[in-house]
C-alpha cells in the first residue's frame, strides 16, 4: 500500500478547486422540504435555545442538528432569509469528501487512477440532486466515516496510536451523526484493527485487548459528550426513545427492497412506482413536467438497466474485494495489503447494510463514495485488457451524470433568497391558514415555499 506524498499536494489543492466550481450552478437548484426544509427549521429553532428531541421530534442523531443550529446562530445576519448557509456548509462537506477519497484510493492505486475515482464523485451533484447539495446527516456521517477510514489505512502502514485514536475519534463522530453508520464503521474499523494484530501471535491477546480499549475510549468520547448535555436538558429519555429505539421501528411501508433484476413490467402503476422508487430523481420529475414518456420506451429501458448496474456492480465490485483480501491473506496472515483490502470491502458492505430498510435510489447514493471507492479499486486492478471494463463503467457513469445534469438545468430553478417565517395555526383561525395558502398559490413557482414546525 502506498500513501499521497508531499508532492502530491498540488493534486489535492486541484481536486478541490475543481469540486468547488463545479459546484457553483448547483447551489440554487434543487429543493427538499422533507430533508432541507425539516433540516433548517429545527435548526433555526435550536440556534433561538430550544432543545433538539425534548422541544422539536426527530428520530436521527443529533449532531448535525446542533451543528446547522451553530452556523444559523453564527451567521444569523444572512441566515434569515436564505438557504445560502446550509448550501455552502454542503459544498465544503462534498469537496472534502472528495479530497478523503483521492486519499484513500490512492493507498490502492497509483495518483491519476485515485483522481479518477474522487472526480467521479462530481456526478453525485445531478444524480443525487438535492441530496449531495442540501445540509444533510448523511452526507456529513459518510465524511466522518471515510475520516475513519483514513486514519486506519495510516495505522496500517504506520502502527502508530495516534492514528487509532483518530479513527476511533471519527467513528464517534460518525454515531452521533448517524447511528446506523456509525455502528457500520465502527465494525469495520475493529475488524480491520483485529485483523491487522493476527500478524503478532504470541502478543495477539494483549495487543487485541489494547487496540480495543482505545477504539472504544475514543470512539465514545463524543457519544459521552452528547449523552451528557441531553441529560443535563432533560432530554435524554425522549433522545433513546426517538434514536436508539426506534431503529427497528421502520414501518412496513417506509421500506424499500433492491430492484428486481428480472425486466420491469411494460406499463401499468407498477411500472410508475418502480420508477419513482429507483429512477434518479432529476430524470423521474423531468419526464413528468416535460410530459416525456418512458414507459416502455427505450430510452426506459436504457435507464432501467444503468440503475440495476449502480444497484447491483458494487456487490460485485464488493464480493472481488473481499476476495482480494483473502488471497492476500493466504499469501501473508495480517499483512498490510490484506487488511486493506478487507478494511474498503467490509466498509462497502456495512455501509450498504446501514440503509438496508429503505434502498430507493437515493438512499443507496447517500452511501455512494464507499461503493464507488472499491468499484475503483477493483476496477483498477482488471485482469482482462482485452475487456476494457473500467473505461466502459466510466463511460456509463458518466453519460448518467450528463443525462442528470440536464434534467436538473431544464426543470430545476432554486432561488437562495427565500423569504421564511412562521405559522402557528388553531382550530379557530384554521380559515386563515387558507388565505395564507391561496396568497402563496398567487407567487411565482420557484418561490412557493411553506415549512410548518
Known amino acids: 500500500m502506498q500513501w499521497a506524498a508531499d508532492d502530491e499536494r498540488p493534486v489535492l489543492w486541484g481536486l478541490g478547486l475543481v469540486s468547488v466550481i463545479v459546484q457553483i450552478p448547483f447551489l440554487e437548484r434543487g429543493y427538499s422540504v422533507l430533508d432541507e426544509g425539516s433540516m433548517l427549521?429545527?435548526?433555526?429553532?435550536?440556534?433561538?435555545?430550544?432543545?433538539?428531541?425534548?422541544?422539536?421530534?426527530?428520530?436521527?442523531?443529533?449532531?448535525?442538528?446542533?451543528?446547522?443550529?451553530?452556523?444559523?446562530?453564527?451567521?444569523?445576519?444572512?441566515s434569515e432569509q436564505t438557504l445560502a448557509v446550509g448550501r455552502f456548509f454542503a459544498a465544503a462537506v462534498f469537496s472534502a469528501t472528495v479530497l478523503a477519497v483521492y486519499q484513500i484510493a490512492r493507498s490502492f492505486v497509483g495518483v491519476k487512477w485515485a483522481a479518477i475515482s474522487a472526480l467521479s464523485l462530481i456526478v453525485l451533484k445531478p444524480l443525487?440532486?438535492?441530496?449531495?447539495?442540501?445540509?444533510?446527516?448523511?452526507?456529513?456521517?459518510?465524511?466522518?466515516?471515510?475520516?475513519?477510514?483514513?486514519?486506519?489505512?495510516?495505522?496500517?502502514?504506520?502502527?502508530?496510536?495516534?492514528?487509532?485514536?483518530?479513527?476511533g475519534a471519527w467513528v464517534g463522530m460518525t454515531v452521533v451523526t448517524k447511528l446506523s453508520l456509525g455502528g457500520a464503521i465502527g465494525l469495520a474499523i475493529a475488524l480491520t484493527a483485529a485483523l491487522d494484530g493476527w500478524r503478532s501471535a504470541a502478543s495477539f491477546p494483549r495487543e487485541l485487548l489494547r487496540r480495543a480499549w482505545v477504539l472504544g475510549v475514543t470512539g465514545l468520547v463524543p457519544v459521552a459528550l452528547m449523552v451528557s448535555w441531553y441529560a443535563s436538558q432533560g432530554a435524554l429519555e425522549i433522545m433513546f426513545d426517538r434514536t436508539l429505539l426506534a431503529l427497528g421501528g421502520v414501518s412496513a411501508e417506509m421500506r424499500v427492497p433492491m430492484p428486481d433484476l428480472a425486466v420491469w413490467s411494460a406499463g401499468g402503476e407498477d411500472l410508475f412506482n418502480l420508477q419513482y422508487e429507483y429512477f434518479p430523481s432529476p430524470i423521474f420529475n423531468w419526464s413528468l413536467l416535460r410530459e416525456i414518456d418512458l414507459y416502455g420506451s427505450w430510452a426506459g429501458r436504457v435507464i432501467e438497466q444503468v440503475v440495476k448496474l449502480i444497484y447491483y456492480g458494487p456487490l460485485v465490485a464488493t464480493a472481488l474485494g473481499f476476495w482480494a483480501g483473502v488471497r492476500e491473506w493466504r499469501r501473508e496472515a495480517g499483512s498490510q495489503a490484506a487488511c486493506g483490502w478487507i478494511l474498503l470491502a467490509s466498509f462497502s458492505a456495512l455501509s450498504y447494510s446501514s440503509t438496508a430498510h429503505r434502498l430507493d435510489f437515493a438512499h443507496i447514493l447517500n452511501m455512494a463514495p464507499a461503493p464507488l471507492l472499491i468499484c475503483a479499486v477493483v476496477l483498477h486492478r482488471w485482469p482482462v485488457r482485452a475487456v476494457q471494463l473500467p473505461l466502459v463503467a466510466l463511460t456509463v457513469w458518466l453519460a448518467a451524470g450528463c443525462f442528470a445534469t440536464y434534467a436538473v438545468f431544464d426543470i430545476y430553478d432554486t432561488r437562495l433568497e427565500t423569504p421564511r417565517g412562521d405559522l402557528v395555526v388553531t382550530a379557530d383561525d384554521a380559515a386563515d391558514a387558507s388565505g395564507v395558502l391561496a396568497f402563496l398559490e398567487r407567487q411565482p413557482r420557484e418561490t412557493r415555499i411553506l415549512l410548518l414546525r
Open 128 to 167: 443525487a440532486l438535492p441530496l449531495w447539495t442540501i445540509p444533510n446527516y448523511n452526507q456529513l456521517s459518510m465524511l466522518f466515516a471515510l475520516f475513519a477510514v483514513v486514519a486506519m489505512l495510516r495505522f496500517l502502514r504506520s502502527h502508530r496510536s495516534i492514528s487509532l485514536v483518530t479513527a
Open 41 to 78: 427549521a429545527i435548526a433555526q429553532a435550536l440556534s433561538d435555545g430550544e432543545v433538539l428531541y425534548r422541544d422539536k421530534a426527530t428520530f436521527i442523531s443529533p449532531f448535525m442538528y446542533e451543528l446547522m443550529g451553530g452556523l444559523l446562530w453564527l451567521f444569523e445576519g444572512i
